[in-house]
């Protein structure tokens, strides 16, 4: 009985240090630089410099962004279940 209360502290001490050994070994992996992706290649052409006149009309797409933004939104909560009006005809306030 003496001899397992005595080797108690080692078993404890050895699995202590083998689990720390353990938890490094397996965060190491995770320590490693990570391979950044390089862009594509773009071919590129060249040409000789010339002057010419430029046309007004020009065709081109793109996107537009506003300068000032509104948020609009209803005052009352609710759900539309009749519309009682066309488009165009006159209404009055009430």
């Known amino acids: 009985m003496r001899m397992t209360r005595h080797l108690y502290p080692i078993y404890a001490r050895a699995a202590g240090v083998l689990s720390i050994c353990l938890l ?3 965060s190491f992996p995770g320590c490693a630089k990570k391979r950044v ?4 290649r773009v071919s590129v052409t060249l ?3 010339e002057e010419r006149d430029m046309p007004f009309a020009l065709s081109a797409s793109g996107s537009v962004e506003a300068l000032r933004t509104a948020a ?4 009352v909560g ?3 279940t009749r519309v009682s009006f066309r488009e165009g005809d ?3 306030a009430g």
């Not at 609009?72 to 005052?75: D, L, N």
Request: no cysteine; net charge positive.
């Open 72 to 75: 609009v939104g209803s005052q």
């Open 78 to 80: 609710g759900v539309v």
């Open 37 to 40: 992706q390089r862009a594509s």
């Open 24 to 26: 490094m070994l397996l």
């Open 90 to 92: 006159y209404v009055r």
């Open 47 to 49: 040409a000789q410099v």
